[in-house]
Structures are given as C-alpha cells and as structure tokens.
C-alpha cells in the first residue's frame, strides 16, 4: 500500500530543509522502504514524502527518530481519500485559543476553580455533562451580558481557522462546529470563522441573568460522534471521507470514528486516539495533511 508522510512546521521557527526531507527519506530507506521525491505543498514548510508499507505506525516512529527533535510535525497515512468532504472541528482551544467557561469564570471571580474542572475534563478524569453542569452551577445571578462581553473582549480565532474552514468550504466539503461549549459563543465564532453549521451546550437565562443550569441533555463526547455520522448520512458518504479535529478527551469518539482524526495541540489521550498530531503548527496544517498546495490555500 502507498503511503504519504507530510512533514509541516512553522517556517520561522524551524523550516523544512533539503537536509531534514534526505534525513527523513535515509531513515525510511534505511528501515526498508523504497521512497519517492519530495513534493513541496509549501517551500520549507509542508513537504510530501511517498513510500510503500506494511507498518505504516513503524515508520512514523523512523520519521520521528530522524527529525531528532526537531520542531516540525509528522504524520503518515493512506495516498488514497486525503481530501474530505465534511469537516467536525471542536472549538474551545482548537477553533478558538480559549476555553469560554474559563472566561466566564473570570467575571464572576472563580476562573482558577473552573479552570481546574475544565482541565481534568479534557483528560478525561471527569464525566464530562457532569463538569458542564458543575461549572455552570458557578455562573448563577451572572448577569447574560458577561457572555457578551467574554466573547468580545477575550475571544480569539487560532491562527489558520478561517483559511482551514473557507478552503474545505471552496472544494465542496461541509463544515460544522461541534462543541461541549455553550452555543452563546459557537454561533458567532462559527458566523466569524465561516462555518456551516454549529451546536452545543446552552447555559439558561431568566430575567437576564444566568440560573445556574445548562439545558439539559449535555452534549458530550457521545453527541460529537453522532452529528458526525448524521452529517456523513446526510452527504451520502462514509466517515472515511470525514476529517474530525479537536484537543480534549470529549473529542476522542469523533476522533476515532473520521478517516482523519486530528489531534490539535491536544491532550496525551487524544494524541494517542487520533491519526494525527499536530503539536506545533497552526490550523493550515489540516490542509497539507490534505494534500492542499499554496496556490490552492487563501490567505485572509
């Protein structure tokens, strides 16, 4: 079977360099594999490497014994299927560089008890509908225009979320939002980062203030993988063709389930669960996992 290990890195930080592609390339052959030439998806920093394997986990153990440390992703999979047609991404430190709960947390003065919640959240050592509801039961009297404010004042998008979301939307793919978060925060980032559609949590409000109560059901881990496989039914397409991306241990069905499950500076279980880890690049990394070149991928 071919397969193709994309190499990509910051290229300010460390470029991709003809010596870092014939190290890469020496250590595939060295274990066996006959490689092909490099194919450069953007000059020093996303670069393609075919080869023919059995093992393919070996190998991405070879490449990341050859880059030797270095400060540039690695990732190996299949040459067939690499665009996808649907793309589910989580949104608290993926789409966006925050947690929203730990910004609300912020103006009613609990941030570090939140936070911590969140945290053993996303490593999966707590049930996470029932960290929803403990954390939400910290916002009661808040008044619902801290949400505004949270959200004007502290929300930013990851660097590539906007190029990652229009570039899959222009090549026909449909794109959703899929968070454990509160939807007060994911119809605008979704509106703002250009997706098609969004869902999560919602945090009640009566008489402008926050009771203390998410609506239930929660959506968790559970509900991300659901949506996923409905929006593959609705396309008509397996989830091989989907591509699911995120950071905490609610992300790991999703992960699991998409022919290219994405780890994004996510947490050790994550990585472990998923296709691919990018640990250091920015979202356009999803695009050259897909094969996109420069001339194909807009810059906003």
Not at 18 to 41: H, K, M, Q
Not at 93 to 101: A, D, K, L, V
Request: glycine share 10%; charged share 25%; with cysteine.
């Amino acid at each position: 079977m071919t397969y193709v290990v994309t190499l990509i890195s910051d290229p300010n930080i460390t470029p991709i360099t003809s010596a870092v592609i014939e190290a890469v390339r020496n250590a595939l052959e060295n274990a066996g594999e006959r490689t092909g030439d490099p194919d450069w998806l953007s000059e020093g920093r996303a670069c393609d490497i075919s080869f023919g394997s059995d093992v393919p986990g070996d190998n991405l153990r070879v490449v990341r014994s050859a880059l030797n440390g270095a400060v540039i992703d690695a990732a190996i999979q299949t040459s067939d299927h690499r665009r996808k047609k649907l793309l589910v991404a989580d949104m608290d430190s993926t789409i966006i560089q925050q947690e929203c709960i730990d910004e609300i947390a912020d103006f009613v003065g609990c941030r570090a008890e939140v936070s911590a919640i969140t945290e053993r959240a996303m490593r999966g050592e707590l049930d996470f509908p029932e960290a929803v509801r403990a954390r939400a039961s910290m916002f009661a009297g808040l008044d619902s225009d801290a949400l505004d404010r949270a959200y004007y004042e502290r929300i930013t998008l990851t660097p590539g979320a906007e190029t990652l979301v229009r570039v899959m939307r222009d090549n026909g793919a449909v794109t959703a939002l899929v968070s454990g978060g509160f939807t007060q925060f994911t119809g605008r980032v979704a509106e703002r980062a250009g997706f098609d559609h969004h869902h999560g949590n919602e945090l009640e409000i009566t008489s402008g203030k926050l009771t203390g109560r998410a609506i239930e059901p929660i959506n968790g881990g559970e509900t991300k993988v659901e949506l996923l496989n409905q929006y593959c039914r609705e396309l008509g397409i397996t989830p091989e063709l989907a591509l699911a991306v995120g950071d905490g241990a609610n992300d790991i069905p999703m992960i699991e389930a998409a022919g290219l499950g994405v780890s994004f500076h996510g947490k050790p279980r994550v990585a472990a669960a998923s296709d691919a880890q990018i640990q250091f690049g920015d979202l356009t990394a999803l695009l050259y996992l897909q094969g996109y070149r420069d001339a194909e991928i807009y810059r906003w």
